[in-house]
Structure formats: C-alpha cells, structure tokens
C-alpha cells in the first residue's frame, strides 16, 4: 500500500464499508446464487494475489476455471452458488511466482491473458516506454491521454520514445509460459499481439490482433485458446463478431458488474472487479467483492 491522502481515506471508507454489514449481504446473496463474481489482476505482488485466495476460500466461495464458466453459461451446469473466476491481464514476468505458483500451491484455476508481442521480442510494454518518457520530459502525453489517441498515432510516439529509453523486459519469455501453463491450473487466454486499444483501430489491424494473437499463442502452447480479454476493456460490436470469426468463446471485459443468471449468457461481455497493488488490502477486498463499485446494491434487505 502506498501511503498516501487518497488511500488512508478509502482504507477507512472501506472499513465502513464492511462494518456496516453490506458484505455481509452480499456474501448471503453470492450464497444463494444471485451472483458469481469475476476479479482480475495485473502484476500483483505474491503476497497481494495469495490474501486474495485465501480470503475467498475462507470465506466459502469456489474458485472456477474459464472452462467451468463456459458450462455454466451454456446451461451445461447449474449457476453456482459463492463462486469467483480469477483472472489476470498482460503476463508479467512476475505471474510465474506470484500468481502461477499459487495458483499450484492452493490448486485453484487462474486464466493468464498474455499479450504476445512483448512475450516474443523481450520489449517492455507500451506504456512503460510512454510513462519513462513523460517521467524525463521526452513527450509531453501521458499513458491515458496515448490511449486515446488513434491507433496509428500511439504507435508512432511509442516506436519513437523506444529508441531513446531502452528498457528491460516486463513480460514471461515464450519458455516460461510455456512452463506454467503446462499445469492442471494454468490456462493461457489471449490479449491480442501488441495490447492496442482496439476501438482506436482500423478494422483490418482490430481483426489481426484478434487472430494472429490466438494463432501464435496456440502454436507455442500447442492447445486450442479460447478465452480473450480486451485491451483497457475497450471493444466495439465489430470486435465481437471478429472473436466469434476466429473461434474465441469467452471475452472479459473490465466493466465492473455481477454475473446474474440473467446476464451470464452474455460470453463476450463479461464484467471483472479489479485488485490494485498499490491500495490497502481492505479497500482491495470491496473491490474484488464489487462493494466498492456497488456502494447501495445492497442497502435493501434479503
């Protein structure tokens, strides 16, 4: 946690939050199936991700794969009753021991979607070229501000800033997701090649990071990739129909709502609660619960 104004704040906020018996509520509805719960992470620390599961399976809820999911939207299974699907964006080289290692140690399921450029060439991340570069003056736009921008646009800035900050590499080397995705808990999803924000692309390079992305993950791991999760969370209607072309079968958004039984037919939707590395663990459980985004779902009583 990093101490500042912001977050000692929502860390009492969130205290109130638990201690007015709202989690409460919601822990005796996701009991009694009105919802299932999906959380992502990023580059959490191995202490971050493993309090998380521990606090989900102290807590009652079973962890379920992307593969169970897919059954229970296509009615194959009956909807659960406390259950969370865990996910986790990017593939940061870190995932081996922080989330990985886990994931084998608690024998739970976690799906990893890995961008596969900077897994194939060793580059760090677009936005860490960008962030040292604002950081020393060199551009003047921030990473929010570059993902804005038109996708042609971003590439330009970010390939020229490239050659003037080297940087080490931030994602899994081709080796290692091949390790920890060879496991009975690991499953690999893609977050298409270069991780633009795909509702700045033209249709033609939208429809390449899609497909190329699924083709080149699945000739390394030699498995079928089903499962995508949209760059920033951003996607059109065409981007829907070009993951239903190249074969995907689910689609994480980071829209921050419940999996219902009304809503869980919607495969290339599908909302996610994030965890932050940088905020109390407190805050973080009103987070990955939805409280946070919720604050009134559950003033009624039930």
Request: hydrophobic residues 40%; proline residues 4%.
């Amino acid at each position: 946690m990093i101490f500042s104004i912001r977050n000692i704040a929502a860390f009492f906020a969130a205290w109130m939050l638990i201690l007015s018996g709202k989690m409460s509520r919601l822990r005796k509805r996701a009991a009694n199936g009105d919802f299932l719960l999906s959380v992502y992470f990023h580059d959490p620390s191995r202490k971050l991700f493993e309090s998380c599961v521990k606090w989900f399976l102290r807590k009652g809820f079973t962890i379920i794969s992307a593969d169970e999911y897919e059954q229970i939207a296509s009615g194959k299974k009956p909807f659960p009753k406390s259950a969370v699907i865990l996910t986790v964006d990017d593939g940061w080289r870190n995932n081996k021991e922080n989330i990985a290692a886990v994931a084998n140690q608690y024998k739970i399921p976690v799906t990893i979607f890995a961008s596969t450029q900077p897994i194939e060439t060793g580059e760090a991340y677009w936005w860490s070229y960008i962030a040292a570069a604002n950081k020393q003056g060199l551009v003047k736009q921030s990473v929010t501000a570059c993902k804005k921008l038109a996708n042609e646009e971003r590439v330009h800035l970010v390939n020229e800033v490239k050659v003037r900050i080297p940087l080490e590499r931030e994602a899994l080397t081709v080796d290692e997701l091949k390790e920890i995705s060879n496991t009975p808990f690991v499953s690999i999803g893609s977050h298409t090649v270069t991780h633009p924000i795909l509702s700045t692309c033209g249709d033609q390079q939208s429809h390449d990071e899609i497909a190329r992305s699924k083709s080149i993950l699945e000739t390394w791991l030699h498995t079928p990739v089903n499962h995508f999760a949209y760059p920033n969370g951003d996607y059109k209607e065409r981007e829907i129909k070009y993951l239903q072309s190249a074969g995907y079968r689910l689609a994480f958004t980071t829209q921050t709502h419940y999996i219902t039984p009304g809503n869980i037919a919607h495969v290339y939707t599908i909302p996610r609660f994030d965890v932050l590395e940088t905020i109390s663990f407190t805050e973080n459980i009103c987070r990955m619960t939805g409280l946070w985004f919720n604050k009134s779902l559950f003033n009624e009583k039930h």
